[in-house]
């Protein structure tokens, strides 16, 4: 929902349980619960141990399940499950997840969080040698090489297509019998396991165990193929120069405030951004605010640490939904809002610290700085819990490209005065790093840091392409 | 939403707006603006000084309205609106408002925020006097009263009827000609009056005036009766006896955090009551934590004042909609949650203050309770920022009976017990009041405290209804 | 269907049923055979003998009830139903019946087929009074006089209410504890009553008998109230001048082939009528054709008659609903057709008789002697199963204003020329009357021929209006 | 519709269209007119020269198409489509037509009428060599063997192709380019080509050219393959042995009444089986009865010759659809009657003869007869316009297995004992032929009669599958 507000995309989640008598159950409930990773598509994959069936749907989980659609898949022990981020285009259900191939030899059904920097070049040499691909889908690229690989056994097939794709990819694939779950060489994206009961499950974020009973087992490490069958689990590495490189909009964006990346809590890190921020970056002003839902937690670890008050200066209206209608031109102009509003009675006369949680073309922030000073706030001094963001993402998120991503082409007092703000700060790399608190050797602490510094930690092709570049995007 | 975990269920809400181009548009980002009043269903008339057309539906703002059926309306400079609460039987499409009744003496729509308390005696009086009525909403009482009435002029039918009805009432009224507003004499229920340029705007709460970009003028007052057309605005009393008596849980519970009742800005008295209750019912602990999202002001306010960190221990799920599947009795006994989870990380090991605005029946509590010990509280002390509810709600509030409200059987010693916490305070009346700070004279400064102590405003009669007793509630 | 090609829209049909386990559903069953009587709404209203429970909505029987709408209704032994026929503007659920009313003395539930001739009148007086309406239908009308009748039994007041209506009306009504059937004293719609088992049913209809599985056993009577409930039947007469005139469209048009009207079949009766049109107006031709559906049975009359082979010259697209996207004016041009299409190689080089039931305004006639045409037919003779239609109807039927009927302004010459044929001939009123052939007295026996004549056989008063002139038709 | 009485499925229909401005809307118009020929889902794919875009859907092509979506399709001047035939399982998204497959050489969009019947074999092969399969559809097979054939240009992959597969096909094939339409060496489906001004158009059936105002130009052969591109159309034979043999069920069952196979207007083509019927089977009787829709035109034809009169004495339900209830067995047991109903007034009383066009498994002709018996015929004579069926089809016709196949099993005596029939008689073979009269040599005069006689025109697999056996059937 915020993304819409901020250009910022969330990526997609991937789900999966084995050994559970309600399988297919448990994972809507999971994929209900990575619901704000991907609100264009889902859809549920299960085994029964002889036939897999999917059941996928464009929108919310609760509208693609929710009349009967669940039944229609057959029980079974094993289940993967996926939900798809929104895109502008419309239509794309060839895209939605988990993908599901059948051959003579037995089916298989994937689902993927991330981005394959070289899928273009791989598609292009598997359709040469006569492969149809019918989605555009980065993660069908994956399904073709491994159908191609000469070796006999399943995992050594994936083994040996996981060797050629490059980039960013928590895979996560069942067939009748098995589940499977890769992580790409630097760990890129978040992925997790657990245990439930005798059943093992696998998420993109622990909030999902939370929701589904589980416990915490670990965090899949980069690099690591994990076979689950009824003999149980199996682990090993399939690359061998790993390089831990998470995330870090994981830990300041993405994530449910709830979940734990790599041992840490979401809020929590959130809050000792702000409380960093505003270590960092002092400022005199009456209340701190933050912007619904993201930054909330970075506000009040800023309000705690300056003594300032947290107060509620904006407000999010929860019932915007996929048909609201938006007020045309002239009624924005006289002042009819959306999403977001102002609350005048907290900002009005005050010198208001408005806490985010990054800037990515700077429209909305001076949007919202605008929208405080109507409101009657006398300073409005902005402070981001990150650093400027002036790379793009190809690793599935939905940043924009170079030239829309504000901090890349301006200066920091430059942006201050685009958006009209008083003051403007962001945090340094360091002060984030340190502020996060990963338990990991390095300057970074095994975080990505390339859309602040450009240090990607892949290669980079010419025909990599940024997600909203393609025609229908991919996770 | 938090109704359904609470059983504390919200009323409606109320929208008029005169001198506007495009009147009927404004409606609906005003309904959207109040959804939180209620979910069930809502409705729009618009005049264009000549007719009256109604759209009407049930569901939310957005779906209502959502493919074009607000150009089913003509266009016209006066418009109404209705959001409906939710019920637990479907249907009552007859009892969605605005209530529009045709004659031959031109037409009459009425939207309703409140219960008339003598309503089932009226409507008895008029059926035997040829009376049909269509809806069971007490609302069609007030219309039948005027169209029976004496006088000439629709204002004198109306000042008429309303010397009839007793109880909470904020009624908005349209005809092709004019608006008119009318509020209790116990001014039981909100209702503000703005303007936006030229247009009068009133509405049950002021976060819809700033939301559409009107600006603030004053509260309607008690036996108050409003009269709008194109010659400009006239005020008058049709009551002699006012006695203000606003509705406590507006402040507590149900307006929007944005809003301003009688110029209290909602989240601020939300935070002041999280003071007062860290003042009066201190506390040794870790973390404090707030039950989203009615609690979290309060929740801010007791860490303010006791200096133990606001952490994000309970998170909502904000994806659960109407066609969510719950989990089965066996599910949920395997530790599948739905809507409200605990942050592990958060809690575990730790001493957690657990801030709630009110108890009703208490099974909520027990749950919350228990699912912060499963995720490893080592205490749970639970403070409540209101008194203890020990009577139900004859003016509007879906309460429950007197048999289910858990503090009208049970001692406060005894609610710990039945819930499972450490300690258990709740916030003294003298507090809560001091707390709010309105600013009018007497023990409880104009609130109505019935609730809390027994004390209704209004006579109550044997055949007075409890929403949820009624075939179909309404407002 | 058909009617949108015509302009003869058809009216409404009634249905009900006392003393079945089930007689909700039979109901549906019943109504779902009059669905050509009315195809914009329809409802079942079913009692326990406690209470009344009303299910109703825009759309096809099977699409108001298809997705367990039917057990929202509580069981019951006593159900009446309605279909409505459909109108230009949309929206209307108001008017969709049954229109139940509840009050404290109990509740009534009523259908109606028919048009009310001074319903005007008696609603002007009937709101002088403090009535309120709450729909535009004639059928509340009925209503507000029962509620205001001095009598004490309801049939009582139902009779004394009756005395006050005046035109067209086949009313079915549903209490708590009795079902009461009532038709107008010329019998102008027509009303059959049957048993199944031991329970009573009532229909439009005998169509609806054969599919519920219901035996017939008589028409309602002219001005006849039968009174249906546990202790069985009791019938009299409310109105001592009847003077049987049923409306010919019935035959001739509006009901199901499978019918009887009065114990003559309805596809015989359009056979006859068939042949009748052959012995009045011979033709030298290769092939009969008819336009489909309603004149199907005429034509093969014709054919019977003439010897001249029956052919499949035109054809309808069954699959022609309610979203189906219109060509452009331009794709018209270029030959692109819609619900009905000529067969070329039926027609091509032949002299084609196209048998049709009636002319109103002459443009489909006038577009399909165009098709045959451009199809290849040498010539084109038009026989009409009916004589000119030279008047609206005031009983339920929505034809058309004066101005709008060809017949009312052309001679037959001047029309054949309108609509292009090489001759054209209509059927005579005595040689109609006789090809129906029904068992009574009179020049017409019993027809009511206002439609060709222009004797209406009720006052018509200066504010009666057409159904189409009315804001939201009805029955 | 009749198909779920009958249990003799339709099959599918292709449309296509070159060279004109409003391509996709012609489509539409087309579909909509073969709408008989499968109801399950539909498809649009739009080529504007540069890009194929494609809109599909399950459900009716006016369900699909009703809201916009037509207006997803940029514009273009060729495009194709296609109708798919209702199958059991629900979904099946992925295998409604036109598939579409896309490749940096370029789109290629299939339509497919018919049945390969080494589709299995081939796909075996396939799927070894590395090939992945999305759909269940035959159609796939021949995109894979045209995207891993040698040759260069499309036109020469696409011969090659088509010499791999065996069994019934239509194809209609779209590229950014060019329009391609090939037909299976027996011409076992048809399949006719027009023009519309300076367009070229191809349809399963001719009713299509009338609807949308094309002319009829000739029937594709047997073995030829189209090209159409800006250039114009040309022609060629890809296979070398091609004997003619279309499916005699197109003249009896499938196609409208207005649609001309091979010259042979079907209509023309019923009533002549069932003057033949009359001539070799005749019966004393007093009325004529045909089961509707498609045994109309037998049942008047048998009238004509015989002199018996032809009734209407069984009705079918034109408002039967997805969503209708079925009756419970017990309301079935009470008399409750679905889709088919028989005039009492008709055969009470009376012999009467029943055509009908084909017997599959014999329930339906035993309820029907049944049916005409409690309705009061004293004799029921049935008539079959065909001979019997005692072989399943492997081209694209969903009859049943042998063991369903009454004929198969049971000869025409014990037949006429199941169903209950005073007299049982089918047409001869050699009578059909004649009837039907097509302008070829030869015995049967290239007509199909494997489902009567057995004789397959091409190789039958061992495993070749009948369509029900599929886990989704395709055309």
Chains 1, 2, 3, 4 share one sequence.
């Not at 990526?11 to 264009?40: D, K, M, N, P």
């Not at 502008?88 to 969080?113: C, D, K, M, T, W």
């Amino acid at each position: 929902m915020f993304a819409e507000i901020k250009g910022l995309n969330e990526e997609c989640g991937v789900f999966g349980i084995w050994g559970h008598e309600t399988a297919s159950q448990i994972t809507y409930y999971g994929l209900h619960s990575l619901q704000h990773r991907g609100q264009e598509g889902a859809g549920v994959a299960v085994t029964n141990g002889e036939k897999v069936s999917v059941v996928k749907g464009t929108g919310l989980v609760t509208e693609i399940f929710g009349h009967g659609e669940l039944n229609q898949l057959h029980n079974g022990r094993g289940a993967i499950g996926h939900v798809r981020y929104a895109t502008a285009g419309g239509g794309g259900y060839e895209n939605v997840q988990p993908l599901h191939f059948r051959s003579h030899e037995g089916s298989i059904a994937l689902a993927h969080n991330g981005n394959i920097v070289n899928a273009n070049a791989l598609k292009h040499q598997l359709e040469s040698q006569g492969s149809i691909f019918q989605s555009t889908s980065d993660t069908e690229v994956l399904a073709h090489l491994i159908k191609r690989s000469g070796y006999r056994l399943l995992k050594d097939k994936l083994k040996n297509a996981l060797t050629m794709v490059k980039g960013a990819y928590a895979f996560v694939i069942l067939t009748e019998t098995e589940m499977m779950v890769a992580l790409d060489p630097n760990g890129l994206r978040p992925l997790s396991i657990g245990r439930m009961g005798d059943a093992y499950v696998v998420a993109s974020e622990t909030c999902a165990f939370d929701v589904v009973g589980a416990v915490y087992e670990r965090d899949v490490e980069p690099g690591e193929l994990i076979v689950i069958n009824d003999e149980g689990m199996t682990s090993e590495k399939f690359s061998l120069s790993n390089n831990r490189a998470i995330c870090s909009m994981e830990y300041i964006y993405f994530s449910r405030p709830d979940s734990n990346v790599d041992g840490i809590n979401v809020h929590s890190a959130r809050k000792n951004l702000g409380k960093q921020l505003a270590i960092e970056t002092p400022v005199e002003a009456d209340v701190i605010t933050g912007v619904p839902d993201s930054s909330i937690s970075a506000a009040i670890g800023f309000a705690e640490q300056s003594g300032i008050p947290y107060e509620l200066g904006l407000i999010k209206n929860r019932y915007v939904g996929r048909t609201f209608i938006q007020p045309s031109q002239e009624l924005r102009e006289q002042g009819v809002k959306m999403k977001l509003s102002p609350v005048r009675k907290i900002v009005e006369g005050k010198r208001v610290v408005m806490v985010d949680d990054s800037i990515v073309r700077g429209t909305t922030s001076r949007r919202i700085v605008s929208m405080l000073r109507e409101a009657g706030a006398t300073e409005v001094h902005v402070r981001i819990s990150s650093p400027p963001i002036k790379n793009p993402c190809f690793y599935g998120i939905d940043t924009s490209t170079h030239e829309e991503l504000i901090a890349s082409t301006y200066s920091v007092e430059e942006i201050r005065k685009l958006i009209g703000a008083d003051t403007l700060e962001f945090l340094s790399p360091e002060g984030m790093v340190d502020a996060i608190g990963r338990p990991y050797e390095g300057k970074y602490r095994g975080q990505c840091m390339a859309c602040f510094n450009g240090q990607y930690p892949t290669e980079i092709y010419p025909d990599t392409v940024l997600p909203h570049e393609k025609e229908e995007v991919n996770c």
